[in-house]
């Protein structure tokens, strides 16, 4: 009984010093982002923004292939599925038949061979070309 009291008392003991030196853990503050609004303050208009309509081949892929600017990459990211979404089964056919990275991979590597002509083509128009080519959809099937 004298020894279940000491270990009763030990943990006790124990317990109550952990709990004194325990701390709240606060998590790093993430520095605010400024607003992605041009109406507000004037911007760099080699950035993508939600008026972008008509997205040329190059202006996608400065966006998608940006080192510098996460949020770019981002939105051209976005911007990609988007059109991936948008014509799976109507355009080309299969994301059940690929990895997630090979629509990038396949897209981005044409993408960086087109010539400076090639490039003032819609970025739509563009990606599901390569999709086409990379996907085709067989006839009478759909996705």
Known sequence: MNLYRIAVSSLLVFSTLVL??????????AQSLPEDDTSVFPRDP?????????????????????????????????????????????????????LPGSAHEHVFSRLAKLSTEQRKQPAANFIVESMKEFLPCKKGSQK
């Not at 004194?20 to 503050?29: K, W």
Request: glycine fraction near 6%.
């Open 46 to 98: 080699s950035l993508l923004t939600g008026h972008d309509v008509n997205l040329t081949a190059e202006r996608f892929f400065n966006a998608w292939s940006n080192k510098d600017n996460e949020r770019e990459r981002i939105k051209a990211d976005m911007y990609f599925l988007g059109v991936l979404d948008a014509t799976e089964g109507k355009a080309w056919c299969g994301y059940k038949k690929i």
């Open 20 to 29: 004194a030196e325990t701390q709240t853990y606060q998590y790093p503050r």
